[in-house]
T-cell receptor
């Protein structure tokens, strides 16, 4: 069963706290992504990972970092979260980047107070 | 990088009528154009896509048109049903790039 999972699904943090969002996939996909979705702004790419320890900045990487130590697992880290990082975060995976369908996880709704 | 504009941002249509969503892109090297549907509280899912070597593609009630000269592509949903109510995103992939560029989305509302 092809699936992308995300944990946690909901998270409330205080400004300045650290945040760890986790993503897993069971399709052995090489490429994984982190997006954030805000009303009126669509899906904005934060980071892309081509494989283990091979990551690249997306369009809005400031304030975020990522870790990929296993092909099936991709983490998004917010060091000292800010209120403007309140958003819904989606992880996705694909087999390569060309003509490849992206499979999205269920999302994590993060609120930073 | 590539820019994708998507219009309208909100679209209301009567059940049974057709709905059209339009997207435009800037980079003539873009060669792949997928459409994703996101139902409320759910994740985006691919519903149809078209490559640059095609002008038209249809899957059941979904039709995608691509005009490479004008750098425009569009999604048409015929005979809309309540289950078509959702957010729709167009996207473009540029040859040699490592990512999709998404439009900002269209909220489609099917009215009874």
């Amino acid at each position: 069963d092809m699936k992308v999972t995300q944990m946690p699904r909901y998270l409330i943090k205080r400004m300045g706290e650290n945040v760890l969002l986790e993503c897993g996939q069971d399709m052995s996909h090489e490429t994984m992504y982190w997006y954030r979705q805000d009303p009126g702004l669509g899906l904005q790419l934060i980071y892309i990972s081509y494989d283990v320890d091979s990551n690249s900045e997306g369009d809005i990487p400031k304030g975020y970092r990522v870790s990929r130590k296993k092909r099936e697992h991709f983490s998004l880290i917010l060091d000292s979260a800010k209120t403007n990082q309140t958003s819904v975060y989606f992880c996705a995976s694909s087999q390569g980047q060309n003509y490849a369908e992206q499979f999205f996880g269920p999302g994590t709704r993060l609120t930073v107070l | 990088g590539e820019q994708v504009e998507q219009l309208p941002s909100i679209l209301r249509v009567q059940e049974g009528s057709s709905a059209s969503i339009n997207c435009s892109y800037e980079d003539s090297a873009s060669n792949y154009f997928p459409w994703y549907k996101q139902e409320p509280g759910e994740n985006p899912k691919l519903i149809i896509d078209i490559r640059s070597n095609m002008e038209r593609k249809q899957i059941q009630e979904l039709i995608v048109l691509l005009d490479k000269k004008a750098k425009r592509f569009s999604l048409h949903i015929t005979d809309t049903q309540p289950g078509d109510s959702a957010m729709y995103f167009c996207a473009a992939h540029t040859e040699g790039a490592d990512r999709l560029t998404f439009g900002k989305g269209t909220q489609l509302i099917i009215q009874p």
